[in-house]
């Protein structure tokens, strides 16, 4: 009692705490360490656990934002092909009624695709199916609300063309094997046809109105041992990207 009266008025005990203090310091360090450890692994758990959330969070922002640009490019792409269309409407002196591809026949071998327009609209057996860039087709069967479009690149389909450089006919027929190819059958060596020409429908037939664009030659040989050249032509119409086609009102 009288040590603590004496220290509390005179200090005599500060530096014997003091020096008293290094002693118990580990002690102190030694009692904190679980309750430290402890801490540390909670907090990089959580800050673990933050991370991976947060992580997972930007991935899913990520992916909206890009779902939404293709989404963008899809509309302006689509936005194009429609106002590519129209202009190319304008051109002829037929109507044309908009209609969309909504799916294609399973069979390989035949090229046909089927639009949502049928003869409640009036469509009709034989009606040229154009894109925004040429021929595609005809209507070839009906159905209430939707129709089949046989492609020109069929092998069971034929078109009478003429080359618009020179007004030369000829008959431009589909293949078995290319979705893009045609061929002009039975053409002689002497035929004034050169790569790169134009390829127009002539309207002979009756089936088609004259001036359509068809295709473009891409290559023209003479087999000395055949009879007739071997012309391919490659169609203009995008037959296997266009989704807006226009159906031909005389």
Same mark, same amino acid.
Do not use: C
């Given at each position: ?7 509390? /008025? ?9 020096? =008293?203090?290094?002693?118990?310091? @580990? ?20 800050? /673990?656990?933050?991370?991976?959330? !947060? ?6 922002? +990520? ?20 106002? !590519?269309? +129209? ?6 002196? !037929? /109507? ?9 026949? @399973? ?27 040429? +021929?595609?087709?005809?209507?070839? !069967? ?12 069929? @092998? ?12 030369? /006919? =000829? ?75 226009? +159906?031909?009102?005389?």
């Amino acid at each position: 009692m009288v040590m603590m009266l004496a220290d509390s /008025r005179f200090n005599y005990l500060d530096q014997v705490r003091f020096y =008293a203090s290094y002693m118990v310091t @580990p002690l102190h360090w030694l009692a904190d360490t679980p309750r430290s450890i402890s801490d540390s692994v909670n907090n990089n758990f959580q800050s /673990r656990s933050y991370l991976i959330g !947060e992580n997972q969070r930007l991935k899913e922002q +990520l992916l909206t934002q890009q779902f939404r640009l293709q989404k963008l490019e899809h509309l302006e792409a689509e936005n194009k092909r429609l106002n !590519e269309l +129209l202009n190319a409407s304008s051109i002829v002196d !037929e /109507r044309g009624v908009l209609a969309q591809i909504t799916g294609e026949s @399973p069979d390989p071998f035949i090229k046909r695709v089927l639009i949502n327009k049928g003869a409640n609209d009036g469509v009709f057996v034989g009606q040229p199916v154009l894109d925004a860039f040429g +021929l595609m087709g005809q209507v070839i !069967e009906l159905q209430p609300f939707t129709s089949w479009v046989l492609m020109i690149t069929d @092998p069971q389909h034929s078109t009478p063309v003429q080359i618009n450089r020179n007004g030369n /006919r =000829a008959i431009a027929s589909g293949t078995q094997d290319s979705l893009h190819r045609l061929m002009l059958n039975n053409i002689s060596d002497t035929f004034d046809i050169q790569v790169d020409d134009v390829l127009v429908t002539s309207g002979f037939g009756g089936r088609f109105p004259a001036g359509y664009p068809v295709g473009v030659v891409r290559s023209v040989e003479h087999d000395p041992g055949a009879p007739f050249a071997t012309i391919i032509v490659q169609p203009t119409a995008q037959l296997d990207r266009s989704r807006n086609v226009l +159906l031909v009102f005389k």
